[in-house]
């Protein structure tokens, strides 16, 4: 099995940052893609932000510019530094990562982790 565990969330004026963590661990043979969602009241989840193994990243256009997402392959982590918040921005913050269990398997399996709340406040 695969956990996922975040940190980082909270409540935060408008123009403020944050930085979400997200730590993979257990039974990973090699991690593959990783990105962050989001999911506000009464809305479908979107991906904000993802990130190649190699560290290609790519962004939604509403966040491009004040969002960055980076990765530490050595610790199977995934971060994603917010700044420049707005009120829109306010959501429950998922990471999602592709893991490849052992060394035979040819298709990443995508985990989940359990969410963290973004409160931007005006």
């Known amino acids: 099995q695969v956990q996922l565990v975040e940190s980082g969330g909270g409540l935060v004026q408008a123009g403020g940052s944050l930085r979400l963590s997200c730590a993979a661990s257990?039974?990973?043979?090699?991690?593959?893609?990783m990105g962050w969602y989001r999911q506000a009241p009464g809305k479908q989840r979107e991906l904000v932000a993802a990130?190649?193994?190699?560290?290609?990243?790519t962004y939604v256009d509403s966040v491009k510019g004040r969002f960055t997402i980076s990765r530490d392959n050595a610790k199977n982590t995934v971060y994603l530094q917010m700044n420049s918040l707005k009120p829109e921005d306010t959501a429950v913050y998922y990471c999602?990562?592709?893991?490849?269990?052992?060394?035979?398997?040819?298709?990443?399996?995508?985990?989940w982790g359990q969410g963290t709340q973004v409160t931007v406040s005006s």
């Open positions: 990130i190649s193994r190699g560290g290609s990243p």
């Open positions: 257990g039974s990973i043979f090699r991690v593959n893609d």
């Open positions: 999602n990562v592709g893991v490849f269990t052992t060394v035979l398997a040819t298709w990443p399996v995508q985990y």
